[in-house]
């Protein structure tokens, strides 16, 4: 017959060997996921289309490449660089910022102003507005002087604050993650080149 104090022991023998096969099962997890966010080349031009993305990226002089780790502008005002970087962070599925930079400039660059109370309600909708499907990191006060400026009198300026904060934000970060990345490497050291 078993008594209580049998069942409370092998409960906590039980529960004493369960921890190891949690831990077994978490590092699975753990190397199943760096698995899937490694970084390769092949993924990275798999976003821009392989054979085309294969093909911009051979045409790429290493001084180029090298002059997007001067500074974060130079990548960005780089019309590959930018392609680029773009499909780094969609790797990374972080690349609501550089979407959002990106709308920002067109948004400025709108060809007639008429244009420009829609495109910032969509803007706005798309990125700004807290829980939206993409929304940015934004601190309140940028949000709000934001959806003031967009709800108010939008113009050309509207965005100029929160894209100067989503820039800042990716240079520190995924900027820094970009210059570290293969790919990157490979183009700044004409790898690419001569594998082509």
């Known amino acids: ?14 529960a004493a060997s369960q921890p190891k096969h ?6 699975k997890k753990i190397s199943r996921k760096l698995f899937l966010r490694r970084r390769h080349t092949d993924s990275t031009l798999g976003l ?5 993305g294969a093909r911009r990226l051979a045409t790429v002089d290493p001084a180029e490449a090298q002059q ?8 960005l005002f780089d019309k590959t660089g ?10 990374e599925h972080s690349d609501e910022n550089i979407e959002f930079w990106m709308a920002c400039e067109n948004y400025k660059n709108a060809k007639s102003i008429k ?3 829609s495109m910032a309600m969509k803007i706005f909708n798309d ?10 990191n934004l601190d309140s006060t940028t949000r709000k002087y ?5 709800s108010c009198n939008p113009n050309r300026q509207t965005f100029d604050e929160a894209q100067r904060r989503v820039q800042a934000l990716m240079e520190k970060d995924s900027y820094r993650r970009f210059l570290e990345s293969e790919i990157y490497h490979d183009l700044a050291s004409g790898n690419l080149q001569q594998k082509s």
Do not use: C
Request: charged share 25%; hydrophobic share 40%.
């Open 1 to 14: 017959m078993t008594s209580l104090d049998d069942i409370n022991t092998l409960s906590h023998l039980g």
């Open 22 to 27: 949690k831990s077994r099962n978490i590092a």
């Open 48 to 52: 821009i289309g392989k054979d085309e």
């Open 68 to 75: 997007w780790s001067k500074s974060f502008e130079n990548l």
């Open 82 to 91: 930018l392609e680029l970087f773009r499909g780094f962070l969609m790797t």
């Open 115 to 117: 244009q420009l109370p």
């Open 127 to 136: 990125y700004v507005a807290v829980q939206s499907k993409r929304e940015i």
């Open 146 to 150: 934001t959806y003031d400026s967009v």
